[in-house]
T-cell receptor
Framework: GQQLNQSPQSMFIQEGEDVSMNCTSSSIFNTWLWYKQDPGEGPVLLIALYKAGELTSNGRLTAQFGITRKDSFLNISASIPSDVGIYFCAGLRNAGNMLTFGGGTRLMVKP | NAGVTQTPKFQVLKTGQSMTLQCAQDMNHNSMYWYRQDPGMGLRLIYYSASEGTTDKGEVPNGYNVSRLNKREFSLRLESAAPSQTSVYFC???????????FGEGSRLTVL
């Protein structure tokens, strides 16, 4: 079953606001990844994190690999309408294991 | 580059019918995957192929079979479709050691 818990499940925000979402697990993961799925499309990789405590940015997106290796956070600054979509976290325990995906956070942005 | 290409994009089946979803990638990846996406359930792994010539079950393999035809192509077959298999199916390819996957656009399957 699903082992990654994402929250919130959905968010409806005003354009220009900052967004925070997180992903938690009872197990340790050695790699954390964040994907975004636009409506009607497949998920696309946004950020990959390989080291506990790592903080990585990609434009307006910033993600952190939790120090306990059991969580990860994604922040989006100054949201715009094209940020709409579903954001998935994913964890990888070890090389050769399969990815585990969270249930997703659905983001809606009001212009 | 096309990346990961899936066909068909939409399909309606009657219960008991069979069909095959096709997937091809042009990124020379060793690993390929089939996921299904249902509302509120995220992405669940059906089958994967870590390298050409190997296939393994994922989280929800029942009712499905796969074939890794060559390094580029990985197909998913439903032998006797059931309404519970109504879903959006995604093929992906990538490097198994990094978790970095590239997804196709999805195939929306409805079983009546």
């Amino acid at each position: 079953g699903q082992q990654l818990n994402q929250s919130p499940q959905s968010m409806f925000i005003q354009e220009g606001e900052d967004v925070s979402m997180n992903c938690t697990s009872s197990s340790i993961f050695n790699t954390w990844l964040w994907y975004k799925q636009d409506p009607g499309e497949g998920p696309v990789l946004l950020i990959a994190l390989y080291k506990a405590g790592e903080l990585t940015s990609n434009g307006r997106l910033t993600a952190q690999f939790g120090i306990t290796r059991k969580d990860s956070f994604l922040n989006i600054s100054a949201s715009i309408p094209s940020d709409v979509g579903i954001y998935f976290c994913a964890g990888l325990r070890n090389a050769g294991n399969m990815l585990t995906f969270g249930g997703g956070t659905r983001l809606m942005v009001k212009p | 580059n096309a990346g990961v290409t899936q066909t068909p994009k939409f399909q309606v089946l009657k219960t008991g019918q069979s069909m095959t979803l096709q997937c091809a990638q042009d990124m020379n990846h060793n690993s390929m995957y089939w996921y299904r996406q249902d509302p509120g359930m995220g992405l669940r792994l059906i089958y994967y192929s870590a390298s050409e010539g190997t296939t393994d079950k994922g989280e929800v393999p029942n009712g499905y079979n796969v074939s890794r035809l060559n390094k580029r192509e990985f197909s998913l077959r439903l032998e006797s479709a059931a309404p519970s298999q109504t879903s959006v199916y995604f093929c992906a390819s990538g490097r198994v050691n990094t978790g970095e996957l590239f997804f196709g656009e999805g195939s929306r399957l409805t079983v009546l």
